[in-house]
């Protein structure tokens, strides 16, 4: 299967900051990534697909970058409601495969 | 409106066998593939495996994890995924979410998700 692996684990900001998350995977995926949103005790609300493309409703400030086997997760300028676990999924082979996610807590 | 509406979840002792269902309503059922995506108390997320719809085959895809214990079938007239689980081990206990895979975006192999349930809780313990 492949890796996912997202960096940082746990990245501390203040409201109005550019946030940068970073997901590698262990061998190319071209641009079969999607980035997901979870708040405590939520369902996961889906960002990003096809590693750059806005799904509806969501925000301008979230985009999505990268293909092949580095990708990033940017926040222009943090929201409060952005406090929250964000993943990284590869669905490129039969086995997708989630990063173990990437906690954005107050500064 | 999208809805996805797992059920079924439930205290269950090892070895047991448990099946949940995900209703959904909003679209047309049919149209779509089904990802079952778990998380146990307090890590992340998890797939488990999904099912393409009937026109691309139902193809049938699972995580190493659960292959040969878990089975993910669908009824489109009744707008309904199931995802049958026997064998059932200690590590499985986690909330069960389905979600809604868009064959239009999705890769050869696999697809991601663009709605979720809420998710309902499997606990395996004796």
């Known amino acids: 299967d492949i890796q996912m692996t997202q960096s940082p684990s746990t990245v501390s900001a203040s409201v109005g900051d550019r946030v940068t998350i970073t997901c590698r995977a262990s061998?190319?995926?071209?641009?079969?990534l999607a980035w997901y949103q979870q708040k405590p005790g939520k369902a996961p609300k889906t960002l990003i697909y096809?590693?750059?493309n806005l799904e509806s409703g969501v925000p301008s400030r979230f985009s999505g970058s990268g293909s092949g086997t580095d990708f990033t997760l940017t926040i222009s300028s943090l929201q409060p409601d952005d406090f929250a676990t964000y993943y990284c999924?590869?669905?490129?082979?039969?086995?997708?495969?989630f990063g173990q996610g990437t906690k954005v807590e107050i500064k | 409106e999208v809805q996805l509406v797992e059920s079924g979840g439930d205290l269950v002792q090892p070895g047991r066998s448990l099946t949940l269902s995900c209703t959904a309503s909003?679209?047309?059922?049919?149209?779509?593939?089904v990802n079952w995506v778990r998380q146990a108390p307090g890590k992340g997320l998890e797939w488990v495996g999904f099912?393409?719809?009937?026109?691309?085959?139902?193809?049938?895809e699972y995580a190493a994890s659960v292959k040969g214990r878990f089975t993910i079938a669908r009824d489109d007239s009744k707008r309904i995924a199931y995802l049958q689980m026997d064998s059932l081990k200690t590590e499985d206990t986690a909330l069960y979410f389905c979600?809604?895979?868009?064959?239009?975006?999705?890769?050869?192999?696999?697809?991601?998700?663009?709605?979720w349930g809420q998710g309902t809780l499997v606990t395996v313990s004796s």
């Open positions: 979600t809604r895979g868009p064959h239009a975006f999705c890769s050869s192999q696999s697809c991601h998700s663009d709605y």
């Open positions: 909003g679209f047309i059922f049919g149209d779509y593939a």
């Open positions: 099912i393409r719809s009937r026109r691309f085959g139902d193809i049938k």
């Open positions: 061998q190319s995926i071209n641009l079969w």
């Open positions: 096809k590693a750059s």
């Open positions: 999924q590869q669905y490129s082979t039969n086995a997708a495969t």
